[in-house]
């Protein structure tokens, strides 16, 4: 609420007011005091005649002069004083009109001042309005703040865990890894270590089996010499006996009882044949996987003379690469190999007549034409 500063009307009434007391009251004495003073020169001057005496006629004319001019200042005093009161009611009333128009300006005053202050307070209302409205989104912004910070500081903890975990997670990789490098490592070496005891198996084997093979092959070339040679000596004489029994005049003929007993003989050598031709087969195949054998141990040492040449800066599975390479070489060389054994052959075939008209050679007898009832068996019978 605002208010007005009256404070110098009210005090300019209040002189107003104390002038026209003073006023009143000199008036009222001037108008009193009057008539005494005319007592007293009436018994002065009653004293001075009865007295008589020239001096006391002047004092009287003196105090009479006194007295006019006293009662010309009091009634000039008392125009004045008339005049001011008039001044005064006049100024009272100007005054009082000034109240009154500070009066209904203080009311119109107050009146705007009322709706002013009434609109102040809705203002004031809603200013505290928006404050608490204010405050409140502070609080909750401060709470949000709260929660905030310890989100972050949860975050931070959960970025802290999440780090250590992953450095964890990293260590144990890195171990896994060294782990299965050292486990590839010796996988690599056990495979190696395998490979070198199985090729050193197979080499081993491989020399048993040549060993036995040139045994074999021995026996072989022995039972074909002897087989040779009594065929030839059986073919021989067979030609010398009719021969001779031409010469004489003698013709022997087919004896079918003895060609029958000697069937078990016939079947025994036959099987004995065929038996020859199947280890022929197997010494082929013998020979074969020998000289694969070979080939891979060979290439195997030549690999292991060069591993001392080998970079250290070369990876670590360039030895195993360089491996798998000569086994690839190996297999695509022993895939079109048919193996070189000795062609073994009996001097006894079952195509004799594809080579019938060989000529015998100058150190073996004349061959007779021999007749179809004389079998292999037959002559193999004969000669054993």
């Not at 005891?197 to 093979?213: K, N, P, R, T």
């Not at 073919?235 to 003698?250: F, M």
């Not at 040449?309 to 491996?323: K, W, Y």
């Not at 000529?359 to 000669?383: G, H, L």
Request: negative net charge; proline residues 3%; hydrophobic residues 45%.
């Amino acid at each position: 609420m605002v208010a007005l500063d009256i404070e110098p009307l009210v005090r300019l009434q209040e002189r107003a007011r104390m002038i026209m007391s003073l006023a009143l009251d000199e008036a009222l004495a001037v108008s009193l005091d009057g008539p005494g003073l005319g007592l007293q020169g009436g018994r002065g001057g009653a004293i001075e005649v009865a007295k008589g005496g020239t001096e006391l006629a002047k004092i009287a004319r003196v105090e009479g002069f006194i007295q006019k001019r006293e009662v010309a200042d009091i009634e000039r005093r008392q125009g004045e004083l008339v005049e001011t009161f008039e001044d005064t009611l006049i100024e009272r009333h100007t005054i009082d009109l000034r109240i009154l128009t500070a009066t209904a300006v203080e009311e119109g005053v107050r009146t705007t001042a009322g709706a002013f202050v009434h609109e102040l307070d809705d203002r004031a209302q809603e200013l505290d309005w928006r404050d608490r409205v204010l405050w409140d989104v502070e609080a909750a912004t401060a709470n949000s703040d709260v929660e905030l910070r310890v989100r972050e500081d949860a975050l931070v903890e959960r970025e802290r865990a999440l780090e250590a975990a992953r450095w964890a997670i990293e260590d144990r990789e890195a171990a896994v890894t060294r782990a299965e490098e050292d486990s590839a490592v010796r996988q690599r070496n056990a495979a190696a270590q395998d490979k070198a005891i199985a090729e050193h198996e197979a080499a081993v084997e491989g020399c048993e089996a040549m060993a036995d093979l040139e045994r074999a092959c021995q026996r072989i070339a022995h039972l074909e010499h002897t087989l040779d040679l009594g065929t030839r000596i059986m073919s021989a004489s067979v030609a010398r006996l009719h021969e001779a029994a031409r010469e004489v005049g003698v013709v022997r003929p087919y004896d079918s009882l003895a060609s029958a007993s000697l069937g078990g003989l016939a079947s025994q050598v036959d099987a004995l044949v065929e038996g020859i031709m199947g280890v022929l087969e197997e010494v082929d195949e013998v020979a074969k996987d020998s000289s694969y054998d070979l080939a891979r141990q060979v290439a195997t040492v030549i690999l292991a003379s060069l591993r001392p040449q080998l970079r250290p800066d070369f990876p670590a599975d360039t030895e195993e690469s360089a491996r798998r390479r000569v086994a690839d070489a190996v297999d695509s060389i022993m895939v079109g190999f048919d193996g070189t054994p000795a062609a073994f052959q009996l001097a006894y075939r079952d195509d004799l007549s594809d080579d019938g008209d060989a000529k015998d050679a100058p150190s073996d007898p004349p061959a007779a034409q021999v007749s179809p009832a004389y079998s292999p068996a037959f002559t193999t019978a004969v000669v054993s």
